[in-house]
């Protein structure tokens, strides 16, 4: 059965700081699909990133970045110079066929807080 | 561009009245929808899921139905809510398969008393 794990419950940085978000999954697949949404205090998941696991290439958007191991099962998510903004619910996702539909599981959330 | 809109954004509810909450999505045809419910502000459980008309999986047994009358329509219902069922519920969408991202509505904030 797939699972995603995100150990980190909360986590609190003052603002400059960079702050990496964890995430390790489960799955029997060999192709699946792996996802990081925010949410934000207003409450909607706003959608960050997708990775298929055939593409092992990291990622960089601005401020953000991923690493992407499969070796480790792991996903990870980089907030560099971290911003007020920034502070919200982050949630790591995990897509894969199962019995012949795509299942999709979320992880826990971390919540990030972001101190002036 | 696509939308998605849900409502109502807030519901206070007694015990034992029905629900409907509804979600439409604009700016795309027949995409998947999903309803999910997040407890205590934190993990986000799905509830149901479309992948056209008429067609609706649950994924846990619950006091909840959902129906899809519409293909951008997607509604939530109750005939008696429980207190358990407070919570924030989402609806998503999503082109295609769970393969693709989704995109999420505002919300509905329900409490039920």
């Given amino acids: 059965a797939q699972k995603v794990t995100q150990a980190q419950t909360e986590i609190s940085v003052v603002e400059k700081e960079d702050v990496t978000l964890d995430c390790v999954y489960e799955t029997r697949d060999t192709t699946y699909y792996l996802f990081w949404y925010k949410q934000p205090p207003s409450g909607e998941l706003v959608f960050l990133i997708r990775r298929n696991s055939f593409d092992e290439q990291n990622e960089i958007s601005g401020r953000y970045s991923w690493n992407f191991q499969k070796s480790t099962s792991s996903f990870n998510f980089t907030i560099t110079a971290s911003q007020v903004v920034d502070s919200a619910v982050y949630f790591c996702a995990l897509s894969e066929n199962s019995g012949g539909y795509q299942k999709v599981t979320f992880g826990t959330g971390t919540k990030l807080q972001v101190i002036p | ?113």
């Fill in chain 2, 1 to 113: 561009s696509q939308t998605i809109h849900q409502w109502p954004a807030t519901l206070v509810q007694p015990v034992g009245s029905p629900l409907s909450l509804e979600c439409t999505v604009e700016g795309t045809s027949n995409p998947n929808l999903y309803w999910y419910r997040q407890a205590a502000g934190r993990g986000l459980q799905l509830l149901f899921y479309s992948v056209g008309i008429g067609q609706i999986s649950s994924e846990v047994p619950q006091n909840l139905s959902a129906s899809r009358p519409q293909d951008r329509q997607f509604i939530l219902s109750s005939k008696k809510l429980l207190l358990s069922d407070s919570g924030f519920y989402l609806c998503a969408w999503s082109e295609g398969s769970l393969r693709n991202e989704q995109y999420f509505g505002p919300g509905t904030r329900l409490t039920v008393t």
